[in-house]
């Protein structure tokens, strides 16, 4: 069946410049995550939906850090007013029950470079 | 920071048992241990998971010593697609209604290179 999917795949953005991140998770998921990767590193925790309620943000580097997801299904990472240091994959992950207990499933990743 | 220490990196010829080696000395007794790992370019993928008794399936084992401050992971027959970054996490698990300590704390994991 289909997995988590993001979009887009690569994005550049200038300093400055505002960015949207798609993630599709898997049809029927309760729980979604994002995580940050830096270059070498494992990812980390940003912030955690449980349907449409967004019960834990505090892995979010700066208020600059924005996520949603309306409709308990989509979601979508804002980050206003980039700058280098926000370079990395972005990684969103679903997991079919409540809680973030259950196994969670990652997509792809969106490969965000500040310039 | 993460509960777990695995080896850097780790080289293993085609074919062969590759066995990924993790500590977790202060693991308590709710919290399972977790594989997931890590292609070029690609997001983490779930591996196998398990708390106290070992666990097989279709892509690999996981072998728990008795006092559970240990593990290993088995891939029985490394093929060159098996290249990849493993994650061991340890993290409290089942069916759970939030509560900080169910996140995934990934470390630096183990770089298995699978040679020809």
């Known amino acids: 069946g289909a997995g988590v999917s993001q979009s887009p795949r690569y994005k550049v953005a200038k300093r400055g410049q505002d960015v949207a991140l798609r993630c599709d998770p898997i049809?029927?998921?309760?729980?979604l995550f994002w995580y940050q990767q830096a270059l070498g590193q494992g990812p980390e925790f940003l912030t955690y939906?449980?349907?449409?309620?967004?019960?834990?943000k505090s892995g979010l580097p700066s208020d600059r850090f924005f996520a949603e997801r309306p409709e308990g299904s989509v979601s979508t990472l804002k980050i206003q007013r980039t700058q280098q240091e926000d370079s990395a994959v972005y990684l969103c992950a679903s997991s079919l029950e409540r809680g973030r207990q259950e196994t969670q499933y990652f997509g792809p990743g969106t490969r965000l470079l500040v310039l | 920071d993460a509960k777990t220490t695995q080896p850097t990196s780790m080289d293993c010829a085609e074919g062969r048992a590759a066995n990924l080696p993790c500590n977790h000395s202060t693991i308590s007794g709710n919290e399972y241990v977790y594989w997931y790992r890590q292609i070029h370019s690609q997001g983490p993928q779930y591996i196998i998971h398990?708390?106290?008794n070992n666990e097989t399936n279709e892509m690999a084992s996981l072998i728990i010593t008795e006092d559970r401050k240990s593990s290993t992971l088995i891939l029985p027959h490394a093929t060159l697609r098996d290249t990849a970054v493993y994650y061991c996490?340890?993290?409290?698990?089942?069916?759970?209604?939030?509560?900080?300590?169910?996140?995934?704390?990934f470390g630096k994991g183990t770089k298995l290179s699978v040679k020809p």
């Open positions: 996490i340890v993290r409290v698990a089942g069916r759970g209604y939030g509560g900080s300590q169910g996140n995934l704390i």
């Open positions: 049809s029927g998921h309760v729980s």
């Open positions: 398990g708390l106290k």
């Open positions: 939906f449980q349907n449409e309620a967004q019960l834990d």
